[in-house]
């Protein structure tokens, strides 16, 4: 089973660079989302993708639900016998003690590992989380640069030579995925691994808070901009992300907050509606009250 670690910090946009790979992919794929909250998301955004999705929830697969993830890769194994295994740790996961896991599995081929890195956010999260963020960026070997197209063009340049200063031995690549060849997705998963990256000292998962919220509706597109902009003032904590699928207005909407930038896009109608938020110090009543203020009862 070949096996693919798609990493990067919360809202890079791994779950989008997986459908992209995900259809590419001749044979059988698995999708191992260890989801970080209560209420899972990004497993309804592969619902369009022919994969099996297989969800860990509620932990970090590097540290608290090390065992956890070890026997869920075994059983997806035993079970539907893939020819690939994509695994999206959660955002705040250390990429080289996820490597490491994983390298002492049986019956794994591990692929070179990849790491999206969200372009706009770069300088707030290496000031911010420091040495963990840039276990993520040098334990790849692939870094997939996204959200690089609103920045000013020398702006979006330090980002790329600071990246390549971190780790000189990646390939770089910016979307759009369309006009990437095929010969460079079927070289993600035919190169062989090298030696997992001996973990840095004191890199571990972050510690950071969960609020998983569900059965949600909006009156309007407006109210919901209301809500995600109260939540983003800072008055109920440091919200780093807030993800989430919700029926507004009539039609669903689906909704993703990352630091500075924010999407609400048309999706269609899932099984269930519900949000995530992760951040530090969050005043968990204050947001329950600020939720009742804009959704429909």
């Known amino acids: 089973m070949k096996v693919l670690v798609v990493s990067g910090f919360l809202g890079a946009g791994k779950t989008t660079f997986i459908r992209e790979l995900a259809r590419r992919i001749e044979g059988s794929v698995v999708v191992l989302e260890n989801e970080f909250g209560e209420a899972g998301v ?153 030696d997992a990256p001996a973990p840095s000292e004191g890199v571990a998962a972050l510690s950071l808070e969960s609020l998983g919220l569900r059965d949600l509706s909006f009156r309007s597109r407006g109210d919901l901009e209301g809500l995600l902009d109260r939540l983003a003032s800072g008055a109920f904590g440091r919200i780093y992300r807030v993800k989430g699928l919700a029926p507004v207005g009539g039609e669903w909407l689906r909704f993703d907050v990352v630091n500075r930038s924010r999407t609400i896009e048309a999706w269609n109608p899932a099984e269930a509606s519900g949000m995530t938020l992760i951040g530090e110090g969050l005043d968990v009543p204050r947001i329950r009250m600020a939720l009742w203020e804009f959704r429909l009862p």
């Open 42 to 194: 990004d497993g309804d955004l592969l619902a369009d993708v022919p994969i099996e999705v297989v969800e860990l929830a509620q932990g970090c697969i590097c540290c608290t639900m090390r065992t956890d993830f070890l026997r869920a890769v075994d059983e997806i194994e035993r079970r539907f016998h893939p020819d690939v295994l994509l695994i999206e740790p959660t955002g705040i996961g250390s990429l080289s003690l996820i490597l490491k896991s994983l390298s002492a599995g049986e019956g794994v081929e591990l692929a070179p590992p990849v790491t999206v890195v969200d372009a706009e956010s770069f300088g707030d999260y290496i000031e911010v989380f420091g040495d963990f963020y840039r276990d993520q960026i040098a334990g790849a070997s692939t870094l997939v640069v996204t959200k690089s197209e609103a920045l000013p063009p020398e702006e979006r340049d330090a980002v790329l030579e600071a990246l390549a200063a971190l780790n000189p031995k990646a390939g770089i690549v910016l979307p759009p995925y369309a006009a990437l060849p095929s010969e460079w997705w079927d070289g993600l998963l035919e190169a062989e691994a090298a």
